[in-house]
């Protein structure tokens, strides 16, 4: 017990002094998972609602694929990842194996299914008059899209951040693809892995709070989100 | 107001990836994809847990001005990592393997730059009597009375010489990993099987370094340390770019002669004295140690 309160003490003077290692992890963790989320959103915005607005053979199976990875192992994505950017891998001259680009690839994978799914069924549970009107009213299909989309907006963020919370929060990708490597590849996770199995449990206290605190702010944009959402539905 | 909050929200979003942006600035390191102009090498995981890389690490990057890298891995992987070209040199201890490694072509040649030896530790009350046995002996005896064994068990140098040992001691491995629960895989890096050792009771090999440092933590006590299978050679290997596409073997060259320098290897003797009372490695500058 007396180990976990000394540790507890020692973390919050991590925090409350900005100790720089303490800040340049954890502005590199929000860093990489902010660009992997960014990229992922892009991605997932114009693809989910494609899908969405095109009728295809097999689409009800896709979607269910896509809802299937919301839970893809990041080891597995790491695994992979790991075999295509190594130097002996297809795209090993890329020289991309063990930096943060690489990492912000691998987590935009990880999070590309999420991210597509809550899109795809935030546009399934929007009200389907909204994309029939502006059909009838002479929109193409990319006018609808983007109009459905806006109309679904609370819905779309909030699946992004649930993205963001994702990725953010895993270690085994970060480790197996960045390495965890001192000043360049190390983020909150891998550096909470590395510092227990070196006995150092304050500094591992320390980026697991302030983990903690991410996740919180992330819960409360959340919830806030969703209570704007009500009000702006009334 | 419906807007106001709307407006208040985007803000907030907008401020805070931008903070997350720029975060990739501040975090000492504004380039992401820098991997010119840096070395990357690949440890063993026990000169890591002992601080010694960290601390090297520190004096190389200020003294020849060349970002150093360094990636946790034991032997194993640290020498596939160097096979796919992954890293430009590798820090290992595990010698039949690293012969190989170099006979196949993968590496220029052996330095080896500091040693130790392995221990085996275990419960001060040592309870399977094996205290001042010999290493053969005493794994005989803990197969015997069936005590509670923790193997790295993940292709490490230490993992390498555990084997080693079970094999003199007239045993097959496969027979050793098939024998029972005594005997525990940990599949982690030295520290960590340390930690694990002391949680529940049990023997391991450890090389002294790592020992040393983790002792005040796991109560462990060397129970067996001599007999000349013990040995652990350190030894420092550049890739060969001849095989190896893209490997820099100019910069790994400039680490490999900072390691055999002799101002580098007065470091690595003093290394630890001041806080576990013994050196943690015996610096061998470039020549293998015959006991």
């Given at each position: 017990?007396g180990e976990?309160?000394?540790?507890i003490?020692?973390?919050?003077?991590?925090?409350v002094?900005?100790?720089?290692?303490?800040?340049?992890?954890?502005?590199?963790?929000l860093?990489?998972?902010?660009?992997a989320?960014?990229?992922?959103?892009?991605?997932?915005?114009?693809?989910?609602?494609?899908i969405?607005f095109?009728?295809?053979?097999?689409?009800?199976l896709?979607?269910?694929l896509?809802q299937?990875?919301?839970?893809l192992p990041?080891?597995?994505?790491?695994?992979?990842v790991?075999?295509?950017?190594?130097?002996?891998?297809?795209?090993?001259n890329?020289?991309?194996?063990?930096?943060?680009?690489?990492?912000?690839?691998?987590q935009?994978?990880?999070?590309?299914?999420?991210?597509?799914?809550l899109?795809?069924s935030?546009?399934v549970?929007?009200?389907k008059?909204?994309?029939?009107?502006?059909?009838?009213l002479?929109?193409?299909?990319f006018?609808?899209?983007?109009?459905?989309l806006?109309?679904?907006?609370y819905?779309v963020?909030?699946?992004v951040?649930?993205?963001?919370?994702r990725?953010?929060?895993?270690?085994?990708l970060?480790?197996m693809?960045?390495?965890?490597?001192r000043?360049f590849?190390?983020i909150?996770?891998?550096?909470?892995s590395?510092?227990?199995?070196k006995?150092?449990?304050?500094?591992s206290?320390?980026?697991?709070f302030?983990l903690?605190?991410i996740?919180l702010?992330?819960?409360?944009?959340?919830?806030?989100?969703q209570?704007v959402?009500?009000?702006?539905a009334? | 107001?419906k807007n106001?909050?709307?407006?208040?929200l985007?803000?907030?979003l907008?401020?805070a990836?931008?903070?997350g942006?720029?975060?990739?600035?501040?975090?000492?390191?504004?380039?992401i994809i820098?991997?010119?102009g840096?070395?990357?090498?690949?440890?063993?995981?026990?000169?890591?847990d002992?601080?010694?890389?960290?601390?090297l690490e520190?004096?190389?990057e200020?003294?020849?001005?060349?970002?150093?890298?360094?990636?946790?891995a034991?032997?194993?992987?640290?020498?596939?990592?160097?096979?796919?070209?992954?890293?430009?040199?590798?820090a290992?201890h595990a010698?039949?393997t690293?012969?190989?490694?170099i006979a196949d072509?993968?590496?220029?040649?052996?330095i080896?730059?500091?040693?130790?030896?392995?221990?085996?530790?275990?419960?001060a009350?040592?309870?399977?009597g094996?205290?001042d046995?010999?290493?053969?002996?005493a794994?005989?005896?803990?197969?015997d009375?069936?005590?509670?064994?923790i193997?790295?068990g993940?292709?490490?140098g230490?993992h390498?010489?555990?084997?080693?040992?079970w094999?003199?001691a007239?045993?097959?491995?496969?027979?050793v990993?098939?024998?029972?629960?005594?005997?525990?895989?940990?599949?982690k890096?030295?520290?960590?099987?340390?930690q694990?050792a002391?949680?529940?009771?049990g023997y391991?090999?450890?090389d002294m370094?790592?020992?040393l440092?983790y002792?005040g933590?796991?109560g462990?006590?060397?129970?067996v340390?001599?007999g000349?299978?013990?040995?652990n050679v350190?030894?420092f290997?550049?890739i060969?770019p001849?095989?190896?596409?893209g490997?820099d073997?100019?910069?790994a060259?400039?680490?490999?002669d900072?390691?055999?320098?002799d101002?580098?290897?007065?470091?690595?003797?003093?290394?630890?004295?001041?806080?576990y009372?013994?050196?943690l490695?015996?610096?061998?500058?470039?020549n293998?140690?015959t006991?």
């Amino acid at each position: 017990m007396g180990e976990l309160w000394q540790g507890i003490i020692r973390a919050l003077e991590l925090i409350v002094t900005f100790d720089p290692e303490v800040m340049a992890i954890t502005f590199r963790s929000l860093g990489i998972s902010t660009s992997a989320c960014l990229i992922a959103t892009l991605i997932c915005l114009p693809l989910g609602s494609l899908i969405h607005f095109t009728n295809f053979k097999g689409k009800n199976l896709l979607v269910s694929l896509i809802q299937t990875f919301y839970s893809l192992p990041t080891v597995l994505v790491g695994l992979l990842v790991f075999i295509l950017f190594s130097r002996a891998g297809p795209f090993g001259n890329l020289n991309l194996m063990f930096t943060p680009a690489l990492m912000i690839i691998g987590q935009s994978l990880l999070v590309m299914p999420l991210m597509l799914g809550l899109i795809i069924s935030a546009l399934v549970s929007l009200d389907k008059t909204v994309a029939d009107t502006a059909f009838s009213l002479g929109a193409s299909r990319f006018q609808a899209g983007l109009l459905s989309l806006k109309e679904a907006r609370y819905a779309v963020i909030t699946s992004v951040i649930m993205g963001f919370g994702r990725a953010i929060s895993e270690v085994g990708l970060a480790m197996m693809v960045g390495g965890n490597i001192r000043g360049f590849t190390r983020i909150l996770t891998t550096a909470i892995s590395l510092e227990t199995s070196k006995g150092d449990i304050e500094l591992s206290l320390a980026l697991g709070f302030i983990l903690l605190l991410i996740s919180l702010a992330i819960n409360v944009i959340l919830s806030q989100l969703q209570r704007v959402e009500k009000s702006a539905a009334r | 107001m419906k807007n106001f909050k709307n407006i208040a929200l985007s803000i907030l979003l907008i401020t805070a990836m931008l903070a997350g942006l720029s975060g990739c600035d501040s975090g000492g390191d504004s380039n992401i994809i820098p991997a010119q102009g840096r070395l990357r090498i690949a440890t063993t995981t026990s000169l890591y847990d002992t601080g010694l890389w960290n601390a090297l690490e520190d004096r190389f990057e200020e003294e020849e001005g060349i970002r150093l890298d360094i990636l946790y891995a034991g032997t194993g992987i640290a020498l596939e990592y160097g096979r796919r070209g992954d890293v430009d040199a590798v820090a290992v201890h595990a010698k039949a393997t690293e012969e190989q490694f170099i006979a196949d072509g993968y590496g220029i040649e052996r330095i080896p730059f500091a040693y130790n030896y392995f221990v085996i530790v275990g419960p001060a009350e040592d309870p399977a009597g094996i205290a001042d046995l010999s290493p053969e002996e005493a794994f005989k005896k803990l197969y015997d009375t069936q005590t509670t064994f923790i193997s790295r068990g993940d292709a490490s140098g230490t993992h390498t010489k555990e084997k080693a040992i079970w094999k003199a001691a007239g045993y097959d491995y496969e027979e050793v990993t098939s024998a029972g629960s005594w005997y525990v895989e940990a599949g982690k890096g030295m520290g960590p099987t340390l930690q694990m050792a002391s949680e529940m009771d049990g023997y391991t090999l450890s090389d002294m370094g790592t020992f040393l440092a983790y002792k005040g933590e796991t109560g462990l006590v060397t129970v067996v340390d001599e007999g000349s299978i013990l040995l652990n050679v350190y030894s420092f290997i550049v890739i060969d770019p001849d095989k190896v596409e893209g490997a820099d073997a100019e910069k790994a060259q400039i680490l490999a002669d900072f390691l055999v320098s002799d101002e580098i290897q007065q470091f690595i003797k003093d290394y630890g004295t001041a806080d576990y009372g013994d050196s943690l490695f015996i610096p061998c500058a470039g020549n293998e140690p015959t006991s």
